[in-house]
Nanobody, 115 residues
Framework: QVQLVESGGGLVQPGGSLRLSCAAS????????MSWYRQAPGKQRELVSR???????NYADSVKGRFTISTDNAKNTVYLQMDSLKPEDTAVYYC?????????WGQGTQVTVSS
């Protein structure tokens, strides 16, 4: 059984930065794609960024140039560096993994951007 545990969320002022982490634990973990999604109150969950096992990355237009996704395979961890944060980035951020062992969601971490 694979578990994904997110951390790093919190309250930050507009223009600030946060780094989210998603650590995978449990059975031997290999992934094909790891992604970050977010869901704001009253809105649908949306894809923020994803990274393949080969290192290819994709970003939502709304975060391009501000967010960076990366992985540390030795630690089975995926990161989301978020810079120049805006109030509209406020949401619960979820980690999602797709791989041979199946598809898994993390529990989410709250990010609030407010002055």
């Amino acid at each position: 059984q694979v578990q994904l545990v997110e951390s790093g969320g919190g309250l930050v002022q507009p223009g600030g930065s946060l780094r989210l982490s998603c650590a995978a634990s449990g059975s031997i973990f290999r992934f094909d794609v790891m992604s970050w999604y977010r869901q704001a109150p009253g809105k649908q969950r949306e894809l923020v960024s994803r990274i393949t096992s080969g290192g290819t990355t994709n970003y939502a237009d709304s975060v391009k140039g501000r967010f960076t996704i990366s992985t540390d395979n030795a630690k089975n961890t995926v990161y989301l560096q978020m810079d120049s944060l805006k109030p509209e980035d406020t949401a619960v951020y979820y980690c999602y993994a797709v791989g041979p062992a199946g598809n898994y969601w993390g529990q989410g971490t709250q990010v609030t951007v407010s002055s």
